[in-house]
């Protein structure tokens, strides 16, 4: 059988070399190549085609997840397992949601590499032991609350996204060119339906959903 090729994407040079130290230990997996960004990533995997790229979520200037997202759109036959130092559940949902097949926290990448590799390469999703149950099911929590959203109008979800990135009423009417009052009725209107009735709520439902991102 061919070995299964990798690109490993990491900012890091020192993590890049403890991921290949523990590839070059595995029979069957080689890495054909690294990159440091964004953009040295998708040139290297349209040069060399690999069968799975171990992706950083949190690189400088262009991130992990629009990585992610161009990779699967481009090359949809190269599988992503997404590696992080976050837990968060957003990155979770968000990384799956782009279309990863894997998602794994740098501490638990010694570990789970092994695993994560075999399993994503049999066509199946990986996500970290060290990831809560609690993370898991927010997955199907995201997806009835997509099925909201959906149902908001074009409005509605504009001003949503103009909550979510921290505007007043005021600041929100000017931007849409409409009266406060207006915003308030939209307002009112979308939290109803959203039962979701605090701007915390708000913002995190945002995030879930991919209407804004996090830093």
Partial sequence: MNPTKVVLVDDH???RAGIRALINMMDGVEVV???????EALALIEKLMPDLVLLDIT??????????EEVTHRFPTVRVIMLTMHEAREYVIQ???????????????TI??????????????????ETAQADLAAVDTATEQQALIDKLTPRQREILVLIAEGRSTKQIARALN????????????????LDIHDVAGL?????RTGLVHME
């Fill in 95 to 109: 990384s799956l949601k782009a279309g990863a097949a894997g998602f794994i926290p740098k501490s638990a990448a």
């Fill in 178 to 193: 409409i009266s406060a009052k207006t915003v308030e009725s939209h307002r009112a209107q979308l939290t109803e339906r």
């Fill in 59 to 68: 690189m400088p200037g262009v991130k992990g997840l629009a990585v992610l």
């Fill in 13 to 15: 040079v020192l993590v």
């Fill in 203 to 207: 913002v995190r439902l945002a995030i």
């Fill in 33 to 39: 190549g690294e990159a440091g960004n964004g953009p």
């Fill in 112 to 129: 789970e590499l092994r695993d994560a590799i075999t399993t994503v390469m049999r066509g199946k999703t990986y996500v970290s032991r």
